[in-house]
């Protein structure tokens, strides 16, 4: 093989070392546990002013809520939202939904009907495994009225307590 038949085959491995890396680094983007993207964020983007009105609306309203999310067993915990009124009556009788998320891994979105407990409280269990910081959005409608809700948490969930497997 001469020198000069060389040049094409370098040119050619080359393009093809650029072709593989490319889709190498594709995938890993793709794949990435840690990314997601915002559900309906183009509608959302365009829906801005509604947004701002909700926020109005959400001050207007005079709701206060209180989350806490506490572990009860190995992967498992209760989210609980405590809702006060405008005069910190608790707010009795609403419907409310909850998005809740781990920040590092948001694409693993868990939704969830609270049910209520009585003096403004209501609750849901959860698949919740992963320790760290944890998005809630709520949405709460009562009468004709919505409020929402958007905190960010800090969960520890109860270890897992490996077996004796000595007799």
Request: glycine letters at 4%; hydrophobic letters at 40%.
């Amino acid at each position: 093989m001469n020198k000069n038949s060389r040049w094409p085959i370098i040119i050619c491995a080359a393009l093809a070392l650029h072709v593989v890396a490319w889709l190498a680094v594709a995938y890993l983007a793709v794949s990435d546990p840690s990314f997601a993207v915002e559900e309906d964020y183009y509608q959302k983007a365009i829906d801005w002013d509604e947004k701002m009105a909700q926020d109005k609306t959400n001050r207007s309203l005079g709701w206060m809520c209180e989350i806490h999310v506490e572990s009860q067993s190995p992967g498992m915990a209760t989210l609980s939202v405590h809702l006060l009124d405008d005069v910190r009556s608790p707010v009795v009788g609403a419907t409310v939904e909850a998005q809740t998320f781990p920040v590092a891994r948001s694409s693993h979105l868990l939704q969830s009907s609270l049910t209520e407990n009585g003096d403004g409280r209501y609750e849901a269990p959860l698949a919740m495994e992963r320790p760290g910081r944890w998005e809630v959005r709520l949405i709460a409608q009562r009468n004709g009225s919505t409020f929402t809700h958007a905190e960010v948490l800090y969960f520890t969930p109860t270890p897992r307590i490996p077996r004796d497997t000595n007799p």
